[in-house]
Nanobody, 115 residues
Framework: QVQLVESGGGLVQPGGSLRLSCAASGNIGSIYAMGWYRQAPGKQRELVAGITIGGRVNYADSVQGRFTISRTNPKNTLYLQMNSLKPEDTAVYYC?????????WGQGTQVIVSS
């Protein structure tokens, strides 16, 4: 089992930056991929960025070039650096960890981009 705790959300003006963090604990040795997802009001949860155990990353088209995912080794902290934020980035952001036995989620952190 893995526990995930996100932090770093908040209110930011358009064009601003935020860095989200996700602290993982528990059976982190079994994690083979991690990612950030987001869910805006009335919309489905979507993948924002992912990173594999080998360090391969992928991004949603909407955040490519603006967001950067990274993690510490061992795999106990995941980050999402968000630059050039737009109002459409407003959502609850969730940390995800994939293990052979299933997916684990954090509780989410709210990001609001507004002037």
């Amino acid at each position: 089992q893995v526990q995930l705790v996100e932090s770093g959300g908040g209110l930011v003006q358009p064009g601003g930056s935020l860095r989200l963090s996700c602290a993982a604990s528990g059976n982190i040795g079994s994690i083979y991929a991690m990612g950030w997802y987001r869910q805006a009001p009335g919309k489905q949860r979507e993948l924002v960025a992912g990173i594999t155990i080998g360090g391969r990353v992928n991004y949603a088209d909407s955040v490519q070039g603006r967001f950067t995912i990274s993690r510490t080794n061992p795999k106990n902290t995941l980050y999402l650096q968000m630059n050039s934020l737009k109002p459409e980035d407003t959502a609850v952001y969730y940390c995800n960890a994939q293990l052979p036995i299933g997916n684990y989620w954090g509780q989410g952190t709210q990001v609001i981009v507004s002037s």
